[in-house]
């Protein structure tokens, strides 16, 4: 018999387990052994072998390989010698290797932030109730869920109350299906319909629930169907799709030129093969074959370090949105604030509010226990360890009892609980119904403006001017107010609902609590203000409380507005888009509102970030550019959701985030300035130099080492520079800007002029100037200097790229370690080339004498001089650091 259709009894006796108390902790270790982890086996990864094939499918390197080919051919048939072959076939190994390393640095790095997102799941375990990494759970274990949640495994219900649970992972059906542990289901019951059953995978939206744990890891539904559980999507982000596009673009212009350069060189009465070879090799040396690799590598190096910053990304193009992000909408509790509440006042009626400290009275002390009995919070002693468990607002209730003197488990245990609504964000309530010596009461805590009074009742009218001036008293104060009413009844009434229960209350009394904020709140307001980012406050608080500490932050200023949900509900989509700018402040505002305001926002062209906790958050998550839950306090659902998760749930790390993707932008730009500018003049110094009947100046097994040693390798580098030190002073990259705006088409056009300017200066001095008694001005002389000159340009080039502004001197030249080991090694394979007879006979090269080197290597170190002379007048007109 299936788990569906078993009593209870039977299930708890066939898992050895205990229905109040759960597994014993050695019981669970030994089924842990003999189960294995409650985790889906991974999907297999393309291994080496499978990575090595897309290497050499891709188009440059077919290029290459022909080239290889042809340069055989050329070796056998003419007598050439076999070194053009071997050395572009090296150069095909070499870019492979790269390639695959730099893949797997990146996957690793993807692969770490797969196990951040363990979730972990609520167990009774030897009677105590305690949060366990879901991964640890076995059959048998009893466990508890609520809204937001994540099902860590299968599971038979024992008790429900108002669950539903969305199991379109597993069945398809995106309608949350109702749970009832009292359901019974037969085994022929498809999925859908198993009532009483509870699906790993599948996502709690309301409710709660406690249920014995059949099944885990493989042995579940979900596992049975292994589906993707590989949550961090590997898509292509926006900016990398842009740059395999350009790619395309730059391939056809380098085959282009390769097409003129063959023209012009049979023109000039080249032999077909050689220009074959020429044309070839040139088409591929134009295209920057490493862009797409190091593009990934900057994206997987700024996600670690964003996970070092406490952001990890669950989608890669989050990391670009973040860079553009110009709002961040942001909640107040625990994110703004440090979620630590702590009661500093409390109002019982009829009489004077009560700092947390003074002596209670019976009336202050009946209400907290009131309060008390309405929370799901619990503190428990385990071995001595304190282990609080549920949300900070009513941990702050159970905290004062306990300081009062008080236990819970004693009052739960003398007013057992036989109901529960439970708190949602959009009531803004939550009910419990207790048994009471004389029959029941019906327990209603929750937001002052929410709670239905009895307009009978006398205290209502008679309290109600006292109530709302007390309650805008505590607000004002920046402290959160919650409110109570009861009714009691002699019997259970029939129709356990709100309609019922959240109807005509008897107010009690309210309680203040303090939820100070984070000490870096107020600084990344201004952080995020300077860089010309708008935060906005959304927030389930009273207005009151919600624009105190907006205030305090910096958030809500002189001109800007301050708005209820209630007053955002009357305002049209259109009113909204015109007004979103002014508004900073939302309070009382439902999870469902969040999504009208980043729309109203997105409406104006805005990028946003938003955050959210909640299962209602999760549309509004969806929509957002960036869209932020919270690690510690999130519940699964929104974290399913997101685009990033906060594993300190800190609005300064959304600060730090968008710092590092506006860094990410950057370093793809100054990687492009770099490559960019070399592969372009490449392309006109061949062009220009065959136009003028000066034969090549650098052969095809030449351009194809200056573009692996001297671009690929220090190019990699560019990765790891950090900051640029205004970027957070300049405004949001606009969403729509191309890759080459601001300026910087421009610079990669002068780059490239500048470098074919030298290098054919070089060339044509090499080629027609005698400069030296020793070695005579020749074609081969030219080349040389050609090669050298194109090489260590372009290594030199890396040092002016590193900033837009900043002088290399200021920056220092070994402020990145890694790049300035990779480019002196390239630097000197150059000159090993050059002057090592073996290599100078591979790469056709020859001699140069002490005159041609000081010529070479003054005309290398022009660029350098240019751009510190730009950046000077760049600097001196104000714009830069
Ligand atoms: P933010 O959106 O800034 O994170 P929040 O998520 O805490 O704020 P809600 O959870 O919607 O906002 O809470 C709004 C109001 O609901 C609070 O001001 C409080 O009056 C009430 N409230 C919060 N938690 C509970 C609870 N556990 N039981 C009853 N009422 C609660």
């Known amino acids: 018999m299936k788990w569906m259709e078993r009593t209870l009894e039977d299930i708890f006796k066939a898992l050895g387990t205990d229905q109040e108390k759960g597994l014993r902790n050695e019981q669970a270790a030994e089924l842990l052994r003999q189960k294995g982890f409650n985790e889906f086996e991974e999907e297999k990864k393309e291994g080496i072998g499978a990575k090595l094939m897309h290497q050499l499918s891709e188009v440059t390197t077919i290029i290459l390989i022909i080239a290889a080919v042809i340069s055989a051919y050329l070796a056998i048939s003419e007598g050439h010698g076999y070194a053009e072959p071997l050395v572009i076939i090296a150069i095909v190994a070499l870019n492979a290797v790269l390639g695959i390393r730099q893949e797997l640095s990146a996957e690793k790095a993807l692969d770490a932030l797969k196990n951040m997102n363990t979730p972990t799941a609520k167990v009774i375990r030897e009677g105590v109730l305690q949060p366990l990494h879901s991964k640890e759970l076995v059959p048998g274990d009893i466990i508890v869920v609520e809204a937001g949640d994540l099902i860590p495994a299968d599971a038979r219900l024992i008790e429900s109350a108002n669950l539903l649970v969305e199991e379109s992972a597993l069945t398809g059906e995106s309608v949350p299906s109702e749970k009832n542990a009292r359901a019974e289901v037969k085994e022929s019951a498809p999925l859908g319909d198993r009532f009483?059953?509870?699906?790993?995978?599948?996502?709690?939206?309301?409710g709660r629930g406690r249920a014995v744990v059949v099944a885990t890891g493989m042995e579940t539904e979900m596992g049975k169907i292994a589906a993707l559980l590989n949550n961090t999507k590997k898509s292509k982000t926006p900016l990398q799709q842009r740059l395999i596009e350009l790619g395309k673009k730059l391939s056809v212009v380098a085959v282009a030129a390769g097409a003129i350069i063959f023209g012009i060189g049979m023109y000039h009465g080249e032999t077909i093969m050689d220009m074959l070879m020429t044309a070839v090799s040139l088409a591929v040396a134009a295209v920057p074959e490493t862009l797409p690799v190091i593009v990934t590598v900057t994206l997987a190096f700024g996600i670690q370090n964003m996970v070092r910053k406490n952001a990890i990304i669950r989608r890669i193009p989050a990391v670009e949105a973040l860079g553009s992000a110009s709002v961040i909408c942001s909640d107040k509790t625990g994110t703004l604030t440090q979620n630590q509440m702590t009661i500093k006042q409390i109002w019982a009626v009829s009489h004077k509010p009560k700092a947390d400290t003074d002596a209670f009275l019976d009336t202050e002390t009946e209400l907290l226990k009131l309060f008390s009995l309405a929370s799901n919070a619990s503190i428990e002693k385990n071995q001595g360890e304190e282990t609080i468990i549920g949300d900070p607002t009513e941990t702050a209730i159970i905290r004062l009892l306990q300081a009062k003197g008080m236990n819970k488990s004693q009052l739960e245990a003398k007013y057992p609980r036989v109901h529960e609504l439970p708190f949602d964000s959009s009531r803004k309530l939550m009910t419990t119904v207790h048994r009471t010596e004389e029959g029941y009461i019906s327990i209603t805590k929750g937001a002052f403006d929410r709670i239905p009074l009895d307009p009978h009742a006398a205290c209502t009218h008679e309290h109600q001017a006292e109530a709302n001036h007390i309650h805008d008293q505590f607000a004002e104060q920046a402290l959160r107010v919650l409110a109570l009413g009861y009714k009691r009844y002699d019997e259970l009434p029939e129709q356990l609902d709100a309609a019922e229960l959240e109807q005509g209350l008897r107010f009690a009394g309210l309680v203040g609590m303090i939820d100070?904020?984070?000490?870096?709140?107020?600084?990344?307001?201004?952080?995020?203000?300077?860089a010309g980012i708008k935060t906005v406050m959304i927030t389930g608080d009273h207005m009151a409380t919600a624009s105190a500490i907006a205030r305090e932050i910096g958030i809500l200023e002189e001109e800007d507005l301050a708005i209820s949900g209630a007053e955002l509900e009357r305002m049209s989509d259109e009113e909204l888009k015109q007004k979103v700018r002014d508004i900073s402040v939302y309070g009382r505002v439902s999870p469902e509102d969040k999504i009208r305001i980043v729309q109203a926002w997105q409406a104006n062209g805005e990028v946003v970030a938003m955050t959210g906790d909640g299962v209602n958050d999760a549309p509004a998550l969806k929509a957002a550019d960036v869209g932020t839950a919270m690690g510690i306090t999130g519940t699964d659902v929104a974290k399913s959701a997101s685009d990033m998760v906060l594993t300190d749930d800190n609005f300064a790390t959304i600060v730090d985030a968008v710092a590092e993707g506006r860094r990410v932008y950057e370093n793809i730009r100054k990687t492009l300035y770099f490559l960019l500018s070399c592969n372009f003049s490449e392309i006109l110094i061949m062009?220009?130099?065959?136009?003028?009947?000066?034969?090549l100046p650098v052969i095809a097994i030449q351009l194809l080492l200056i573009n692996v040693v001297a671009d690929g390798i220090p190019g990699f580098c560019l990765s790891r520079e950090?900051?640029?030190?205004?970027?957070?002073?300049?405004?949001?990259?606009?969403?729509?800007?191309?890759?080459?705006?601001?300026?910087l088409g421009k610079k990669i056009a002068l780059q490239a002029g500048l470098y074919t300017i030298l290098t054919l200066a070089g060339f044509y001095v090499g080629k027609?100037?005698?400069v030296s008694d020793h070695i005579a001005a020749s074609h081969e002389v030219g080349q040389t200097m050609a090669f050298v000159i194109l090489g260590w340009s372009s290594v030199v080039h890396i040092f002016n790229v590193r900033s837009n502004t900043q002088s290399i001197f200021s920056i220092g030249f070994m402020s990145n370690l890694p790049l300035f080991w990779c480019a002196m090694l390239s630097i000197f394979i150059i000159f090993g080339v050059a002057v090592i007879p073996g290599m100078m006979s591979i790469f056709q090269l020859v001699s140069l004498s002490a005159v041609h080197w000081l010529i070479v290597t003054l005309l290398s170190i022009v660029p350098l001089v240019v751009v510190e002379l730009m950046k000077l007048r760049m600097r001196a007109n104000g714009k830069g650091a």
């Open 687 to 695: 062009i220009i130099a065959v136009a003028l009947g000066w034969g």
């Open 768 to 770: 027609f100037v005698t």
């Open 516 to 530: 100070p904020p984070r000490p870096e709140s107020k600084a990344a307001v201004q952080a995020a203000k300077a």
């Open 722 to 743: 950090k900051m640029e030190p205004d970027a957070m002073r300049q405004k949001p990259i606009p969403k729509q800007a191309g890759i080459f705006s601001n300026g």
């Open 196 to 206: 009483n059953m509870l699906f790993s995978g599948c996502l709690v939206t309301n």
